[in-house]
């Protein structure tokens, strides 16, 4: 729901949206291979190879997850791990994933039960990384604490208008 807000807030502004269900593709887990530091592409076919020029090319890119034993879930987690290739790409074999573009933005949503200043640490932590290598240097976060029940996001003042309001304001 936040990201569809999100969206709906960046389509107002005109821009051109996608939204990538990772439970509609078939992603597998990283083997530690590391074939990819030689070549900067992972062996492994399956839909992350759609999935990685998405990743590297839009201008802003959203990643959702609610939290998991104080992470992300295994999905998009699997997705990330994935993202070792990207990783040798720069660290490795010194690529600027960028192509030229700049100011490219990371925004991580998401949600927990709980609601303390631990909540969201190890999701924080795996997403900085992760935009990081992606190079995505301008970074925002929207994050509600207290959310278990469906519908809780609703019911939380503001919530969801904040996540229109950021699509709306960052791509405008
Ligand atoms: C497997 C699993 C692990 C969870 N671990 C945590 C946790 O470590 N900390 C927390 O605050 N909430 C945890 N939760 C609660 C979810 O983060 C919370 O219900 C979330 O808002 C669900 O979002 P959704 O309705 O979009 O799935 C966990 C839920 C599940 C299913």
């Avoid at 990819?36 to 999935?51: N, Q, S």
Wanted: proline residues 2%; aromatic residues 8%.
């Amino acid at each position: 729901m936040l990201l569809d807000e999100f969206l709906r807030g960046a389509k107002g502004a005109g821009v051109k949206t996608e939204k990538v269900a990772l439970r509609d593709l078939n992603i597998k887990h990283c083997t530690s291979c590391s074939k990819c530091f030689k070549t900067g592409r992972c062996v492994i076919k399956d839909d992350m190879r759609a999935l990685y020029p998405k990743l590297v090319k839009a201008d802003i890119l959203v990643v959702t997850s609610p939290v998991a034993f104080s992470g992300i879930f295994s999905r998009p987690k699997t997705m990330i791990d994935r993202c070792q290739a990207l990783w040798a790409r720069r660290h490795i074999l010194g690529k600027d994933l960028r192509g030229g573009r700049r100011n490219m933005i990371g925004v991580f949503i998401s949600t927990g039960g709980s609601n303390s200043k631990m909540t969201f640490r190890g999701s924080i932590d795996t997403m900085t990384t992760f935009f990081n290598t992606l190079q995505r240097a301008r970074k925002y976060r929207l994050l509600f604490g207290s959310i278990d029940k469906k519908g809780d996001i609703k019911r939380l003042k503001g919530a969801l208008m904040s996540a229109y309001k950021l699509g709306k304001r960052i791509t405008g």
